[in-house]
């Protein structure tokens, strides 16, 4: 049962990759009359990459977000549900362990992605 869930879950994760590097093949035949000169007469300009980046973010955000909490309800039922099952007590107690610390660094990712931001514009100080 586990092997077909990853085998699952890694084909999701291939597919996407599949779809997203046909984005960025589009991006970069838009973009015909770029040169490395003056990257200014570029139509799609950073763009492309700005916003893959964005949506990169908001996808990572997201599933930190539903991951964490779907992941602490199923460790929690799991270790309240395991009567002498001491095996499935453990596995609830990690699974609502991992939950809580997917749902701080939810909480915490924001800030750390904006202290990038902050250090790749070279801090408030500079013009």
Known sequence: MSHAISRAVLSMLALSFVLTAGGIGAASVVADDCSP???DSCEAGMD???SMLDNLFEVAHTTLQYA???TVFAGAT???TARRSSDRAQTGVWLLIG???MIVFYFGFTAFVSLLKWIAEGGSGSS
């Open 37 to 39: 000169s003056s990257p």
């Open 99 to 101: 939950g809580l610390a």
């Open 48 to 50: 492309g990459y700005t």
């Open 68 to 70: 964490g909490f779907v």
């Open 78 to 80: 799991l270790w309240f």
